[in-house]
């Protein structure tokens, strides 16, 4: 083709016969121009970069959950303190409920204590102490470091996925992928209950089931009479339990039962790396669900024995791995 034309096989490393069909392509060498020596051709980028996420710290409910609200922040710390939180299903501008308002968020977000432990959500006495609800569709929230005091979940959970009854929980799209680290309620969280329905976790229904949850380093202290640990319980024909749940490194004392698992629609809950001691009946119970795993789960000074379901010591749907139940 003479000196007037370049021929053709690849045009930014990719061969020219997946593009067009034919072995080459053939352009007039007038059309390129030559690089100065020493310089770099700007290469074509393949794609938008990522905007990087912004961080912000707080020093307010109101102000933690503005930034929540705000799909441009990954990263938000509070500052170490006290906050009083009223209780999340009365939606007030001081209530911790993570639903609807952020559920259209597309980025990731971690919401963490300046230091591990060093942030209190205060319930302040009151009886009616849901600390922190997930509900219709908030997903992908990491909440690390905190501490709940001072108040009684009546009938309730101080944290719950998914909820049991009222208005406010009817229709609800369940929330998912949510991670809590290092979460701790204290002994000031208290029962007159004396059955077992006030709970440091509360896995309850929504449309969907609540889905893909980590608890990773929870830490309750029952001394103040708190039921349970936590309880997997309540769903019905539209809203479902909770399923692929897992619960790591569990520290419970005192607690009335620590783990009670009581659904049908429960599928997929593992439970690994507990220490549980001095449960007032018993370390867990179980009595419906499937695909449960319990591993590595060490209890002593049970009141009335470590492992109870009414479907005897090895019921199905239930695998034990290396446990030990006093």
Not at 262 to 276: K, M, Y
Not at 280 to 309: C, N, P, Q
Request: aromatic share 10%; hydrophobic share 35%.
């Amino acid at each position: 083709m003479g000196t007037s034309w370049y021929r053709i096989s690849s045009v930014q490393g990719r061969g020219v016969a997946g593009s067009y069909g034919v072995t080459y392509v053939y352009a007039a060498t007038s059309l390129f121009t030559t690089t100065t020596s020493g310089t770099t051709p700007t290469p074509t980028p393949t794609q938008t970069p990522s905007t990087p996420g912004e961080s912000v710290r707080v020093t307010s409910i109101a102000g933690l959950l503005t930034a929540l609200d705000d799909n441009a922040m990954t990263d938000i710390v509070v500052a170490d303190g006290t906050y009083r939180v009223s209780s999340a299903a009365s939606q007030r501008a001081d209530s911790l409920w993570i639903g609807a308002r952020f559920a259209d968020r597309t980025k990731a977000v971690t919401v963490r204590a300046e230091t591990k432990g060093g942030v209190t959500f205060d319930g302040g006495g009151t009886t009616y102490f849901g600390g922190m609800t997930f509900l219709a569709g908030a997903h992908d929230q990491t909440w690390d470091g905190f501490r709940f005091a001072n108040g009684e979940p009546t009938q309730t959970g101080v944290i719950c996925f998914g909820g049991a009854g009222g208005s406010a929980y009817i229709g609800q799209a369940a929330p998912h992928h949510i991670t809590l680290r290092n979460i701790s309620i204290a002994g000031s969280v208290t029962s007159t209950y004396a059955g077992s329905g006030d709970h440091a976790l509360y896995f309850s229904q929504a449309v969907g089931g609540p889905h893909d949850i980590l608890v990773d380093g929870l830490t309750v202290d029952g001394s103040g009479g708190v039921n349970t640990a936590m309880t997997f319980y309540h769903s019905d024909a539209s809203h479902q339990n909770a399923w692929n749940v897992t619960i790591r490194n569990l520290t419970v004392n005192g607690t009335h039962q620590a783990i009670e698992i009581w659904d049908s629609t429960i599928q997929n809950l593992v439970i690994e790396g507990a220490r549980i001691t001095n449960a007032r009946d018993h370390a867990v119970r179980y009595e419906a669900g499937s695909g449960i795993t319990l591993k590595d789960i060490v209890s002593t000074g049970t009141g009335s024995g470590g492992f109870y379901s009414s479907k005897g010591s090895n019921p199905p749907g239930v695998t034990f791995i290396n446990d030990s139940f006093r």
